[in-house]
């Protein structure tokens, strides 16, 4: 009920101008009417019940066709945002996890493979990502294949280089990791707020 009470306050004006539109269209009908006498046509042709009813059906299909456009869009549009939310996800677990070796002067060969495991979980989903998007919307996909990629892969670079198998690790290192990070968590934001706006 509250959403209802809020659409209508917010399309105050326009109901307010139909309104008024309805109420002058009606008062010139009135007064047409009885300046000019209109008389109806007794006859009935099959070509014009045909016409209408062609008409009706016509409708009828476009009315259809433009609600499974617009309901296939929104499925699709669900479908990018949850690939964009389990990208972030990924992408929070993957910093918390370099967050908690922060402490350490040294990485196992273990947490290394953890590290680079992570990063490729993070790199299929977003080809998955990208690929969904290829398919549904080409023309988005130009415009966000480089930029997306582009800030993956220097995070991949800082993600994966000579820091890594450092001894001791440099705090450099986590830093790279943490600005890194934030850029490319900032790009997804930015791609979540510009399929929300477009598709």
């Known amino acids: 009920?509250?959403?209802?009470?809020?659409?209508?306050?917010?399309?105050?004006?326009?109901?307010?101008?139909?309104?008024?539109?309805?109420?002058?269209?009606?008062?010139?009908?009135?007064?047409?009417?009885?300046?000019?006498?209109?008389?109806?046509?007794?006859?009935?042709?099959?070509?014009?019940?045909?016409?209408?009813?062609?008409?009706?059906?016509?409708?009828?299909?476009?009315?259809?066709?433009?609600?499974n456009q617009y309901e296939n869009n929104k499925i699709i549009k669900n479908y990018l945002l949850d690939d964009l939310k389990s990208i972030s996800a990924q992408l929070i677990n993957l910093k918390s996890y370099c967050h908690e070796l922060r402490s350490l002067t040294v990485l196992t060969e273990e947490q290394r493979k953890e590290i680079i495991s992570r990063t490729n979980i993070l790199d299929k989903e977003i080809k998955v990502f990208l690929d969904l998007l290829k398919d549904c919307n080409s023309s988005?996909?130009?415009?966000?294949?480089?930029?997306?990629?582009?800030?993956?892969?220097s995070l991949n670079k800082v993600l994966t280089n000579d820091g890594l198998?450092?001894?001791?690790?440099?705090?450099?290192?986590?830093?790279?990791?943490?600005?890194?990070?934030?850029?490319?968590?900032?790009?997804?934001?930015k791609l979540t707020l510009d399929i929300i706006k477009t598709i």
Do not use: H
């Not at 809020?6 to 009135?30: Q, T």
């Not at 988005?140 to 582009?150: A, G, Q, R």
């Not at 450099?172 to 790009?187: L, N, Q, R």
């Open 140 to 153: 988005k996909y130009s415009t966000v294949n480089e930029p997306l990629i582009n800030s993956f892969n």
């Open 1 to 67: 009920m509250k959403k209802a009470i809020d659409f209508i306050s917010s399309r105050i004006k326009v109901i307010l101008i139909c309104l008024l539109f309805l109420i002058i269209g009606a008062i010139a009908g009135i007064i047409f009417q009885s300046k000019v006498p209109i008389s109806i046509d007794e006859k009935i042709r099959y070509s014009e019940i045909l016409n209408w009813l062609t008409t009706i059906v016509i409708g009828i299909i476009i009315g259809y066709y433009f609600k």
């Open 165 to 189: 198998y450092e001894n001791p690790i440099q705090p450099s290192y986590f830093d790279g990791i943490t600005s890194e990070g934030s850029k490319f968590e900032s790009e997804i934001r």
